[in-house]
């Protein structure tokens, strides 16, 4: 168990520019969720995965936003015409089973700076 | 839908104080419930969790939680605070049938030598 691993660690883009996020998530998890944590709040669900299937999207999620996790392995966030606005920690989970008591396993989370 | 009030969002406690953190969760169904704690610039760790069974949860690092469903509440306390402790700690109740945590806003704890 190597843990959900999350990269890069920090991001600094121009607003405009379009920015992918990776997420390794424990190997034989088949569950991985995609969260956003902006200052002094808690984690916000934007989407999550079983397998290669997503199955469910936040309404925060806008079009700008994509995510996908080919072969049910590693995922990917992309924003596209990134805004101010997006500036936030986005943290990757992943969990093994459908029971609704796995715990998420969480990675350290990419920290996305727009100017 | 799960809806989680966690009160005070900073707590601050003397080293070697009891340490509590409330939680409270709105739900007909008695959910799942997570307490997670999150050092700075780091992702979210598991500190226990309440599925069924015995209402009292012990976790990591000297933490517990009582589950009370009369109260629908979720507290997290731990007998005698440490330095280590200094952190935010978040509730996250998961009813039956949610596929996603639903985070409170979170409780910043600072620890006073």
């Known amino acids: ?115 | 839908a799960q809806s989680v009030t966690q009160l005070g969002s900073h707590v601050s406690v003397s080293e070697g104080a009891l340490v509590l953190l409330r939680c409270n969760y709105s739900s007909s169904v008695p959910p799942y419930l997570f307490w997670y704690v999150q050092y700075p610039n780091q992702g979210l760790q598991l500190l226990l969790k309440y599925t069924t069974g015995a209402t009292l949860v012990k976790g990591i690092n000297g933490f517990e939680a009582e589950f009370k469903k009369s109260e629908t509440s979720f507290h997290l306390t731990k007998p005698s605070a440490h330095m280590s402790d200094a952190a935010e700690y978040f509730c996250a109740p998961r009813g039956f049938g949610n596929e996603k945590l639903t985070f409170g806003t979170g409780t910043r704890l600072t620890i006073i030598p």
């Not at chain 1, 959900?4 to 600094?12: A, L």
């Not at chain 1, 299937?53 to 994509?66: C, G, N, Y």
């Open chain 1, 1 to 115: 168990d190597t843990g959900v691993s999350q990269n890069p660690r920090h991001k600094i883009t121009k607003r405009g520019q379009n920015v992918t996020f990776r997420c390794d998530p424990i190997s034989e998890h088949n569950r991985l969720y995609w969260y956003r944590q902006t200052l002094g709040q808690g984690p916000e669900f934007l989407t999550y995965f079983q397998n290669e299937a997503q199955l469910e999207k936040s309404r925060l999620l806008s079009d700008r936003f994509s995510a996908e996790r080919p072969k049910g392995s590693f995922s990917t966030l992309e924003i596209q015409r990134t805004e101010q606005g997006d500036s936030a920690m986005y943290l990757c989970a992943s969990s093994f089973g459908d029971s609704y008591n796995s715990p998420l396993h969480f990675g350290n989370g990419t920290r996305l700076t727009v100017t």
